[in-house]
């Protein structure tokens, strides 16, 4: 069974720091692009990062550039969003999510396996 478990998140003031962690399991990801997407109260699910397998190119949107990384550990099936700077509309569940063989995409429809997400709230 396939499986993404996202960690890391919590309460935390403006400026602050989070680091989230997404454990995968139940097939190889290493040869799979992954990412992090966001969905805040009332919008819709949104790109927020992805890395390709390899680790040597990664992609961001323009909200979180210079604020958070992108970061894999494939001996560990593991993938980490560094956050850093955060501002109160960070504010979101966050998800981890498997591109099968992809190369980085910030298009939901190209990611297979999901993640349940965790909460990211950030105070002013």
């Known amino acids: 069974q396939v499986q993404l478990v996202e960690s890391g998140g919590g309460l935390v003031q403006a400026g602050g720091s989070l680091r989230l962690s997404c454990a995968a399991s139940?097939?190889?990801?290493?040869?799979?692009?992954m990412g992090w997407f966001r969905q805040a109260p009332g919008k819709e699910r949104e790109f927020v990062a992805a890395v390709a397998w390899s680790g040597g190119s990664t992609y961001y949107v323009d909200s979180v550039k210079g604020r958070f990384t992108i970061s894999r550990d494939n001996a560990k099936n593991t993938v980490y969003l560094q956050m850093n700077s955060l501002k109160p509309e960070d504010t979101a569940v966050y998800y981890c999510?498997?591109?099968?063989?992809?190369?980085?995409?910030?298009?939901?429809?190209?990611?297979?396996?999901w993640g349940q997400g965790t909460q990211v709230t950030v105070s002013s």
């Open positions: 999510a498997a591109d099968a063989y992809g190369s980085g995409s910030a298009f939901q429809r190209e990611y297979e396996y």
């Open positions: 139940g097939r190889t990801f290493s040869r799979d692009a």
